[in-house]
Structures are given as structure tokens and as C-alpha cells.
């Protein structure tokens, strides 16, 4: 059975930090390239953060490049996003999905396996 769980989240004031987790089951995870994306209320969800299977390439929203980084732990089935310098605009509830191509896209039409989300409120 497949399943993904995002965890992390909180309330944290503007310029603090947030680490959040994604641990997968039911797929070979260390097979497939991951994503970071969220939602604020009322509008679409967008595109964070990439990682491929190894770790070894990244690719960052503009919103967020400089601020946030994605890793990954193969042998704990684990990608992390670390936030920090966290801005109001960050609020949000952020989920994790598995990229379906391999390749970086961050159309989130191309990854699947989304957990329930973790909400980040940044408060000014």
C-alpha cells in the first residue's frame, strides 16, 4: 500500500525556520526523483523544490531559491525541505509527490503519490 506522510509543519515567526519531512511507503523510493509543492487557500498549488533519486541534482522555485533546501534520505525512504529566512508569503500547506518522469518538471500534473499535507503559517 502506498502511502506518504508530511510532517513538520507549525507556526513560526517571520525570519524563523521549519524543517519538514516526507517519508514514503509501497514504492522502491530510492528509484524516483521527488518534489515539494504547496498551496495557500484559494489559489493553485506550486512548484517548490526538486531532488532526483541520488540527491545529487536540485531545483528551487524562484520564491524560494537561496531560502529553502531539499534533501533526501534513500535508506530512511525520506525527502526533508528546510526553510529558513521563512517569509509571511511562505504560508501555505506543503505536500510531497513522487515525480513520475525522473526528469525535473514542476508541472504538478507529473507526480502522483501526494500525502495529506502539513501546514506552515508564517506570522509577521
Known sequence: QVQTVESGGGVVQ???SLRLSCTVSGFVFRNYAM????????????F??????S???????????????ISR????NTVYLQMNSLKP???????CGRNRRGSY???????DR???????????
Not at 518534489?35 to 506550486?46: D, H, L, M, N, S
Not at 534520505?73 to 530512511?76: I, L, P
Not at 518538471?105 to 507526480?111: A, E, L, P
Open 73 to 76: 534520505d534513500n535508506a530512511k
Open 89 to 95: 508569503e511562505d504560508t501555505a500547506v506543503y505536500y
Open 14 to 16: 517571520a525570519g524563523g
Open 35 to 46: 518534489g515539494w509543492f504547496r498551496q495557500a487557500p484559494g489559489k493553485e498549488r506550486t
Open 48 to 53: 517548490v523544490a526538486y531532488i532526483d533519486w
Open 105 to 111: 518538471v514542476s508541472n504538478s500534473d507529473i507526480y
Open 114 to 124: 501526494w500525502g495529506q499535507g502539513t501546514q506552515v503559517t508564517v506570522s509577521s
Open 55 to 69: 540527491g545529487q541534482t536540485t531545483h528551487y522555485a524562484d520564491s524560494v531559491k537561496g531560502r529553502f533546501t
